[in-house]
């Protein structure tokens, strides 16, 4: 079945450390995007990307590092830098960034140790 | 400024009754996009209905409507004859191309409740 694996589900940070989430889609889309959400809050645009080897921050992009080297892959590496990472980490993924409809993973929850 | 307002923290109905999610929203954009996801307790959101500016029709999918009005900026949601199954946050989105891509906006969700 075509779709967005995000691992891990659950994912521990120590203070000082970096850690990367993992995204894939075996759905032949251009455009992934990586969300932020909190609790009671909407979903916040961290990075996107319309195709391979090309990204742009999105609206809270500081603490946060991605790559797309690969149409499947867009890896989120939180960095140090990241002062609150402690959240619901959504991936998605779109067949072009033109107002398609957004497919998702099942979110990896940050927490920090 | 785009803005997607959805005021409604959390709502709670006993099964089987009617249900309308609100959703107003802001732009300065002619041309736009809105949509609506459902994010079950799994935590994946999952697309229901994604409707243009200049579409002012509503639309009917089973038990779920949508009331689109320009004129007043909503794009409003019900369920009829809520189920169990429907418990789960729902949010609003607007894609923004003023910049030139395309970006999404999104509400802060409507938390629902069907109780049995």
């Known amino acids: 079945d075509g779709g967005i694996t995000q691992s891990p589900k659950y994912l521990f940070r120590k203070e000082g450390q970096n850690v990367t989430l993992s995204c894939e889609q075996n759905l032949n889309h251009d455009a992934m995007y990586w969300y932020r959400q909190d609790p009671g809050q909407g979903l916040r645009l961290i990075y996107y990307?319309?195709?391979?080897?090309?990204?742009q921050k999105g609206d809270i992009a500081e603490g946060y590092s991605v790559s797309r080297e690969k149409k499947e892959s867009f890896p989120l590496t939180v960095t140090s830098a990241q002062k609150n990472p402690t959240a619901f980490y959504l991936c998605?993924?779109?067949?072009?960034?033109?107002?398609?409809?957004?497919?998702f993973g099942s979110g990896t929850q940050l927490s920090v140790l | 400024a785009q803005k997607v307002t959805q005021a409604q923290t959390e709502i709670s109905v006993v099964e089987k009754e009617d249900v309308t999610l609100d959703c107003v929203y802001e732009?300065?954009?002619?041309?736009?996009?809105l949509f609506w996801y459902k994010q079950p307790p799994s935590g994946e959101l999952v697309f229901l209905i994604r409707?243009?500016?200049?579409?002012?029709q509503n639309e009917i999918s089973g038990r779920y409507s949508w009331n689109f009005q320009k004129s007043t900026s909503s794009f409003n949601f019900t369920i009829t004859a809520s189920q169990v199954v429907d418990s789960a946050v729902y949010f609003c989105?607007?894609?923004?191309?003023?910049?030139?891509?395309?970006?999404?906006?999104f509400g802060t969700g409507t938390r629902l409740k069907v109780l049995a």
């Open positions: 989105a607007l894609s923004d191309i003023t910049s030139g891509t395309y970006k999404y906006i």
């Open positions: 732009t300065r954009d002619t041309t736009y996009y």
């Open positions: 998605a993924s779109s067949m072009s960034s033109t107002n398609e409809k957004l497919f």
């Open positions: 990307s319309q195709i391979v080897n090309d990204f």
């Open positions: 409707r243009n500016s200049f579409d002012e």
